[in-house]
T-cell receptor
Framework: DAGITQSPRHKVTETGTPVTLRCHQTENHRYMYWYRQDPGHGLRLIHYSYGVKDTDKGEVSDGYSVSRSKTEDFLLTLESATSSQTSVYFC?????????????FGEGSRLTVL | DAKTTQPPSMDCAEGRAANLPCNHSTISGNEYVYWYRQIHSQGPQYIIHGLKNNETNEMASLIITEDRKSSTLILPHATLRDTAVYYCIVSAANAGGTSYGKLTFGQGTILTVHP
């Protein structure tokens, strides 16, 4: 299994509070992604990173920011959580030496915003 | 990325082959077909991918029609552990640069394998 760790795995928070989800990899892969999964919507890309300090928006980036200060960590921040951000968040990684579309996913972080 | 159409659900008997279809009639020449599956609430798992030719690995076979407008994922001997949501994705993720690895997941097909 790819070395991907997401933390926290479960979190309950209140509307308006900041939340940071962490994705840590031990594979030294260049590319990292944050997806969210909601019933009826499948997985949707929030943000991705193609290198240290290099990030870009996905299809549902509003309300989220990311940072990648080192290869192994990709942080997803909700500056002021809303109930619509209640979801399961998946981090994924891929390496430039392998299959371009072969992503390795973490176990997910379940976030509930009350 | 081109969009795909998959049946919402399928059933299969354990030990039989599961054939999961996918339509991607607007696929472009540089787009690959990828298949992933997601078991219960785990993270999605890569299965196989292809461009034009049929592909086979230890998990499955991928059959792509000559016009590339549709494909079929084949699980040759389905087991109960193959019960999952299967996603067919068409993407130019191989294009490199900032598009590398970007995949758009649809609703997928819920495959239920029965004893």
């Amino acid at each position: 299994d790819a070395g991907i760790t997401q933390s926290p795995r479960h979190k309950v928070t209140e509307t308006g509070t900041p939340v940071t989800l962490r994705c840590h990899q031990t594979e030294n892969h260049r590319y990292m992604y944050w997806y969210r999964q909601d019933p009826g919507h499948g997985l949707r890309l929030i943000h991705y990173s193609y290198g240290v300090k290099d990030t870009d928006k996905g299809e549902v980036s509003d309300g989220y920011s990311v940072s990648r200060s080192k290869t192994e960590d990709f942080l997803l921040t909700l500056e002021s959580a809303t109930s619509s951000q209640t979801s399961v968040y998946f981090c994924a990684i891929s390496g430039s030496g392998g299959v371009a579309g072969e992503l390795f996913f973490g176990e997910g972080s379940r976030l509930t915003v009350l | 990325d081109a969009k795909t159409t998959q049946p919402p659900s399928m059933d299969c008997a354990e030990g039989r082959a599961a054939n999961l279809p996918c339509n991607h009639s607007t696929i472009s020449g540089n787009e690959y077909v990828y298949w992933y599956r997601q078991i219960h609430s785990q993270g999605p798992q890569y299965i196989i991918h292809g461009l034009k030719n049929n592909e086979t690995n230890e998990m499955a076979s991928l059959i792509i029609t000559e016009d590339r407008k549709s494909s079929t994922l084949i699980l040759p001997h389905a087991t109960l552990r193959d019960t999952a949501v299967y996603y067919c994705i068409v993407s130019a993720a191989n294009a490199g640069g900032t598009s590398y690895g970007k995949l758009t997941f649809g609703q997928g097909t819920i495959l239920t394998v029965h004893p």
